[in-house]
């Protein structure tokens, strides 16, 4: 059974930082791309990065030079760095491994102005 956990969510200023943590049980982790998705509240949920097997990374626009998506595959974890916040990042961010749609049950970040 393939379980997605996230850990590292939580309340920050404006401009602050947070590290968001996903780890995998169940799966080949190290073949698997992973992504990182967010819903804010009244909308609808839209992706934020992905990392392939062997590391390659994309994302959103939105996040382009502030978030940083890594992963370790000896310890089956994906990361989300996440600096210079804003209060239009405060969303539940979940976890996903692309291949079987497996989804986290999401942590909250909340960023205040």
């Known amino acids: 059974q393939v379980r997605l956990v996230e850990s590292g969510g939580g309340m920050v200023q404006a401009g602050g930082s947070l590290r968001l943590s996903c780890v995998v049980s169940g799966s080949i982790f190290g073949i698997n791309a992973m992504g990182w998705y967010r819903q804010a509240p009244g909308r609808q949920r839209e992706f934020v990065a992905a990392?392939?097997?062997?590391?390659?990374?994309n994302y959103a626009d939105s996040v382009k030079g502030r978030f940083t998506i890594s992963r370790d595959n000896r310890n089956n974890t994906v990361y989300l760095q996440m600096s210079a916040l804003k209060p239009e990042d405060t969303a539940v961010y979940y976890c996903n491994q692309l291949v079987g749609n497996y989804w986290g049950q999401g942590t909250q970040v909340t960023v205040s102005s």
């Open positions: 990392i392939t097997s062997g590391g390659y990374a």
